[in-house]
């Protein structure tokens, strides 16, 4: 997967979030699993994160992430609670998790203004993170 191959998710006109957890403890995650290849050339991949669930490069400026402090896991709610705009997309994220089985994690990650569709990837999950669920919001209010 290059870095700026098909397929595009970016929705810079949209207020839409993507939203991805863990499956299981952080500390089994590689270190790098979402460090930036900068470096890289066209075809090599933007991370490892984007490579898994087979899309290039994201905007960095719209992304957040929380963790546990201790890694354990919590309820996602209380992950997604302090993120942006989350007021209008927790609960509907919460639901979703809870029916992918990621009702507790210990880490969110979030990329707003991009609305990742796994039927163009054919990717739901990869060993480490499992894809949730794109959700609109609306950012003025």
């Not at 490892?48 to 994201?58: A, E, V």
């Not at 990329?111 to 060993?127: D, I, M, Q, W």
Request: charged share 25%; proline share 5%; hydrophobic share 35%.
């Amino acid at each position: 997967m290059g870095r700026y191959g098909p397929p595009h998710f970016a929705a810079m006109d949209e207020d839409v979030v993507s939203i991805w957890a863990t499956k299981g403890a952080l500390a089994d995650m590689p270190e790098n699993y979402f460090e930036v290849n900068y470096g890289g050339g066209d075809d090599e991949p933007w991370n490892t994160f984007s490579n898994d669930f087979g899309f290039g490069s994201y905007d960095d400026d719209f992304v957040e992430a929380n963790c546990t402090e201790d890694w354990r896991t919590v309820p996602i709610g209380e992950l997604l609670e302090p993120l942006s705009d989350s007021l209008h997309f927790k609960e509907a994220a919460i639901r979703l998790a809870e029916q992918a089985g990621l009702g507790s994690t210990c880490y969110v990650k979030l990329l707003y203004h991009f609305r990742y569709n796994p039927e163009a990837t054919g990717v739901r999950e990869s060993k480490y993170m499992k894809f949730i669920g794109t959700f609109s919001y609306d950012r003025d209010k």
